[in-house]
């Protein structure tokens, strides 16, 4: 397992943008395939994003498609998390999460190795 750091949470209003970073305590993020994940209020933590070891595939769930934007820069061992046109929806903590490995994963058993989440709140 590695640890993972999250910030770049916040509140917003309705329609605007953040961007969260994740910093990987790993000497390389190399081989580490990441992902995103929130958990609103009373409700079960579900996937959000996922990034290949080397970026060249992204994932999203639905409710993200078109808004979100998952990048990474190995130099920096920095996965992030671009949301634009935010909803009241959004509101949640926001996870994000490494294993090792090549493929893309999706569900949270697929990681193994999780930050502390940052909150992030839309308001209407």
């Known amino acids: 397992q590695v640890q993972l750091v999250e910030s770049g949470g916040g509140l917003v209003q309705s329609g605007g943008s953040l961007r969260l970073s994740c910093v990987h305590s790993?000497?390389?993020?190399?081989?580490?395939?990441m992902g995103w994940f929130r958990q609103a209020p009373d409700k079960e933590r579900e996937f959000v994003a996922a990034?290949?070891?080397?970026?060249?595939?992204?994932v999203y769930a639905d409710s993200g498609k078109a808004r979100f934007i998952i990048s990474r820069d190995i130099a920096k061992n920095t996965v992030y998390l671009q949301m634009n046109s935010l909803k009241p929806e959004d509101t949640a903590i926001y996870y994000c999460a490494a294993a090792w490995g090549f493929s893309l994963a999706t569900t949270s058993t697929d990681f193994d190795s999780w930050g502390q989440g940052t909150q992030v709140t839309v308001s209407s």
């Open positions: 990034i290949t070891w080397n970026g060249g595939r992204t």
């Open positions: 790993a000497r390389t993020l190399s081989r580490y395939r």
